[in-house]
């Protein structure tokens, strides 16, 4: 399979919402509850400073995708903030560290000094061993911090590394 990261377009929308949607209702990595729509999704991925899928190159299949935006504002807006998010079906595959990797970039060309990650769950495993591998550091725990679909509270830790 070879893989190309790029900017997303209207036609990626579909999917994207598809695969965001996936992650939210899994309920045990990102902090949103409420999933998208085909109007939510158009406006959540055109507010973002950058948006980008993973495409099949050889079928056109979306495979996975990232958003990129500050993470705060004024003295703290050279900081950066993402999300990925990988199809259920094609994880596995190292598509999250070309998205990961592809986001550095961006984070860069667009002005960004330090990516940050606000929540990483503890048992996000396959992501924390990514971060790490790719030069992350770990800022400590937040007992509690997340609360998993099922009703459970589940540590968060937080990561950052200098663009």
């Known amino acids: 399979m070879h893989v190309i990261v790029r900017a997303y377009t209207e036609a990626d929308l579909d999917a994207m919402n598809r695969i965001w949607n996936e992650v939210v209702e ?8 409420e999933k998208l729509t085909e109007e939510t999704g158009r406006a959540f991925f055109a507010e973002q400073t950058y948006a980008a899928v993973a495409e099949d190159a050889d079928t056109g299949e979306i495979l996975g995708l990232y958003i990129l935006h500050p993470n705060n504002i004024g003295r703290c ?8 998010a990988v199809s259920a079906f094609r994880r596995g595959l190292h598509i999250g560290e070309l998205l990961v990797r592809d986001c550095l970039e961006q984070g860069r060309r667009f002005g960004f000094r330090v990516l940050q990650f606000n929540a990483v769950v503890a048992g996000n495993i396959h ?4 971060y790490e591998r790719l030069g992350f550091v770990q800022l400590g725990v937040i007992p509690g ?6 009703g459970i509270y589940e540590d968060i830790c937080p990561y950052y590394r200098e663009l």
Do not use: M, V, W
């Open 26 to 33: 899994d309920g045990t990595a990102f902090p949103q509850e």
């Open 77 to 84: 807006g050279h900081i950066c903030n993402a999300s990925y």
């Open 127 to 130: 992501a924390r061993h990514l």
């Open 145 to 150: 911090g997340f609360r998993r679909k099922d």
